[in-house]
């Protein structure tokens, strides 16, 4: 049972991910306290759809005692094994094998990491390391796109593009490029798929002219905006990105942290678009949230480069916790449920459901659209459909649409700019996503009763 001294031990030391310290503090933190399928259980016995994977993290869903298992298997006969000094052990081993296997292309070389923002930050440096082996080290120029989200490392949150990732503290650093968001709903361009293309390649081309082709080292692309909003790009605008980022012989990185692991349908949303970057970075979904894990995946022939370029000496980037064994067992039995368990599958018959089920509240006032793909979805509120008015800022709409959505038994992502984010586990029944949707109404309703929010 949740008692008060919880909340107030909390208070007074446990420090929040990306909040207002002091509004959190005001607030109290709501404790979680179990999780089953796709409900989770607060500390008051309040039990919810966890219409958000956590953090679009548990994609199996909640309760596999098989993962449970694998992790207490491995934690019994070797809990760590360190992967430098030419160390390793079996289970890295054997996930690197299997996502190489899996994977588009030749991204045939794994490198495992904790997260998604050290995968990130990973990248970055295996880029710098590409081009002075190349002989050509000037290439150390990096864009990205706004409304993008590649994690909250130091040098990574510099290709974010959140302010408050930045302000204050020099980033992002000079070496640092964003261009235009492909956002059809609010495109300056309109809506129309090749519109938004035409204008994204003219808008990295230009940013490539003016940095100077032979200084730029990598661009960064997201296959769907997640923290941006879930910003769903048309079919075929990651393949015209990537395919110009070849004509000028720039390393294309693929942020497959979100949309990775069966988020929009596949185990990879590039292959949704046929592409193949030569580095994809992914987390979350790699071992549904059960620990935590990362993995970079890199082209044979990035690593060939780097390889050849070091020669004798060693390539300088590592953690004590790179290729876990434990989070490695993990991944391999995450892996067989997406696919011997029939999670892949049901998460495109859900994620069709879903979609569904939101297009269907396209009428409601407060909704002025609707998006995403696979299990992966947004409704962006307004409150005037035709200007495409955003609700005031000043009212907190993504607290009180959050806070109510709670009330009615479902968890969802506010973004602060009144858009409601949606990832739910890939187990979800027809009967969740239902629920998931007639809460999402109740929801609006409240809200659009909501004096304060119109
Ligand atoms: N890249 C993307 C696309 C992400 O969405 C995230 C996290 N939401 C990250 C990187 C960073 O991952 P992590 O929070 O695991 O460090």
């Not at 996502?99 to 295996?126: C, E, M, Q, W």
């Not at 979100?258 to 987390?283: H, K, N, Q, S, Y």
């Not at 549904?288 to 044979?300: E, H, T």
């Not at 709409?397 to 959505?405: E, H, I, L, N, S």
Request: proline share 6%; with cysteine.
């Amino acid at each position: 049972m949740l008692s008060n001294s919880l909340i107030e031990l909390d208070r007074a030391h446990l420090v929040h991910p990306v909040a207002s310290y002091r509004g959190h503090e005001q607030q109290g933190v709501r404790v979680l306290a179990s999780a089953k399928g796709a409900t989770v259980t607060d500390a008051r016995g309040h039990q919810l759809i966890d219409g958000f994977a956590g953090l679009w993290c548990v994609n199996a869903g909640y309760g596999h005692d098989s993962i449970v298992e694998a992790a207490a298997r491995q934690m019994r006969e070797l809990p760590y094994a360190t992967a430098y000094f030419g160390l390793g052990s079996e289970a890295p081993i054997r996930l690197a094998a299997e996502l190489a296997d899996r994977a588009p292309g030749d991204l045939k070389h794994i490198y495992f990491t904790l997260g998604g923002s050290d995968a990130v930050d990973s990248t970055i440096r295996f880029i710098r390391y590409y081009w002075i082996a190349r002989g050509q080290p000037q290439r150390d120029q990096f864009i990205s796109i706004e409304q993008g989200y590649h994690g909250s490392s130091t040098v990574g949150a510099g290709l974010t593009a959140l302010a408050n990732f930045h302000t204050g503290f020099g980033i992002p650093f000079e070496w640092q490029h964003k261009i235009p968001s492909p956002y059809p709903y609010r495109n300056p361009v309109g809506q129309d798929p090749q519109a938004i293309i035409d204008a994204s390649l003219a808008q990295l081309k230009d940013k490539i002219e003016t940095i100077g082709p032979d200084r730029v080292a990598a661009f960064y692309a997201e296959p769907i905006q997640g923290s941006g909003g879930v910003i769903v790009p048309p079919k075929g605008w990651l393949k015209a990105m990537r395919n110009l980022c070849k004509e000028y012989g720039i390393l294309f990185v693929a942020d497959e942290v979100i949309t990775g692991f069966g988020r929009t349908g596949p185990l990879f949303a590039c292959t949704e678009d046929e592409i193949v970057p030569d580095f994809m970075t992914t987390a979350k979904g790699l071992t549904s949230g059960y620990v935590p894990m990362g993995a970079v995946f890199m082209a044979d022939h990035v690593y060939q480069v780097i390889a050849d370029g070091a020669g004798a000496s060693a390539v300088g980037h590592g953690y004590t916790y790179s290729a876990h064994p434990v989070s490695a067992a993990v991944g391999l039995e995450v892996l067989k449920l997406y696919e011997e368990g029939g999670l892949l599958e049901n998460g495109v018959k859900a994620g069709a459901r879903l979609m569904a089920g939101l297009e269907g509240l396209r009428d409601h006032p407060l909704v002025g659209d609707v998006r995403g793909r696979g299990m992966l979805a947004a409704v962006e509120l307004v409150t005037d459909k035709v200007a495409k008015t955003p609700l005031p800022a000043e009212a907190a709409p993504a607290r009180r649409v959050f806070d109510r959505a709670w009330d009615n038994g479902l968890v969802i992502r506010a973004f602060a700019n009144g858009v409601l984010g949606y990832a739910p586990p890939l187990c979800c029944t027809d009967d969740e996503i239902d629920a998931i949707i007639e809460r999402t109404a109740k929801t609006l309703d409240q809200t659009l009763e909501d004096p304060d929010v119109r």
